[in-house]
């Protein structure tokens, strides 16, 4: 699979239309992408105005998403967001009901894992990650209705965390690879790019497929797409969709490598990619 153009290998209908697709009823699944529109969907201590207690900026925080709940219909309880803390193990954590349970804030969960899996048993419970250029991938079991999600940043990718995120499926519900159906979320583009060949680029397949390409004596470009398809072929699931969202350039979105190297303010923070089951509103 060298020399990939992910614009060739996608059949692309629409960021949140996703789970729309296909011969399983899914109507309550959704994809959350917050972009910037609510502030940070993090307690960076960076991402906000010097000064404020740490009390403080979790309430603003809080306040964000419950913003985001707001303008989704609250189909979700914002004190019910879930991540992970990755250790690069790719070990998989389902949300149980006692998890949901154990705190009023999700937040305050601590849940050793890389890849974090909801399911229809909780709905309104979101799981996902707050980013700033890496990509979040999602992968759902239509018939099973479970979902997993990973952060797959660039060392993510290289210890092959977004075909293990499958694999998650596979293993732990008997996924079939018909039924699961795959996104890609916003992340930074082509333009990202390094003065010296990147340290975390030590699998073959990163050179192999144009994901690393050295332009000149000081300039590589890192081109993550391929890097992702080398792993999730896109001609093996029902639907995969990539959001070409581009969040250094889009002004919609956060960008850690710019604020770092550009240092645009407007830029520092992170927006929050994951995946729901909605709540059932009673009349």
């Given at each position: 699979?060298?020399?990939?153009?992910?614009?060739?290998?996608?059949?692309?209908?629409?960021?949140?239309?996703?789970?729309?697709?296909?011969?399983?009823?899914?109507?309550?699944?959704?994809?959350?992408?917050?972009?910037?529109?609510?502030?940070?969907?993090?307690?960076?201590?960076?991402?906000?105005?010097?000064?404020?207690?740490?009390?403080e900026i979790r309430e603003e925080f809080l306040e964000h998403r419950k913003m985001a709940?707001?303008?989704?219909?609250?189909?979700?309880?914002?004190?019910?967001?879930?991540?992970?803390?990755?250790?690069?193990?790719?070990?998989?954590?389902?949300?149980?009901?006692?998890?949901?349970?154990?705190?009023?804030?999700?937040w305050d969960l601590d849940i050793p894992g890389d890849i974090l899996i909801v399911t229809n048993k909780t709905p309104g419970?979101?799981?996902?990650?707050?980013?700033a250029d890496c990509p979040v991938v999602i992968a759902s079991d239509l018939k099973n209705g479970v979902t997993a999600t990973?952060?797959?940043?660039v060392e993510m990718i290289n210890n092959y965390l977004p075909i293990r995120t499958i694999e998650a499926l596979q293993s732990m519900y008997n996924s079939k690879k018909e039924d699961i159906y795959v996104y890609i979320g916003a992340h930074a583009g082509k333009d990202w790019a390094y003065d010296k060949y990147p340290a975390f680029a030590t699998e073959k397949f990163w050179e192999q497929t144009g994901a690393v390409k050295q332009v000149s004596d000081n300039d590589f470009k890192i081109n993550m797409d391929n890097a992702l398809l080398y792993q999730l072929n896109p001609e093996e699931y029902e639907t995969f969709i990539i959001n070409t969202?581009?969040?250094?350039?889009?002004?919609?979105?956060?960008?850690h490598s710019v604020y770092t190297n550009e240092g645009l303010k407007e830029k520092d923070g992170m927006h929050f990619e994951g995946a729901y089951?909605?709540?059932?509103?009673k009349l």
């Open positions: 699979m060298e020399n990939l153009n992910f614009r060739d290998n996608i059949l692309r209908i629409g960021h949140y239309d996703i789970y729309k697709k296909g011969s399983a009823s899914v109507k309550n699944l959704r994809i959350l992408n917050t972009g910037n529109k609510y502030g940070c969907m993090n307690i960076r201590v960076s991402c906000y105005p010097e000064g404020m207690s740490k009390k709940a707001k303008d989704n219909k609250e189909y979700f309880d914002p004190y019910k967001f879930y991540i992970p803390s990755q250790d690069g193990k790719g070990k998989a954590v389902e949300l149980t009901k006692d998890m949901v349970e154990a705190y009023e804030d999700g419970v979101v799981a996902g990650y707050p980013v990973a952060h797959c940043g969202d581009n969040t250094r350039l889009n002004p919609n979105y956060y960008s089951y909605q709540k059932v509103k």
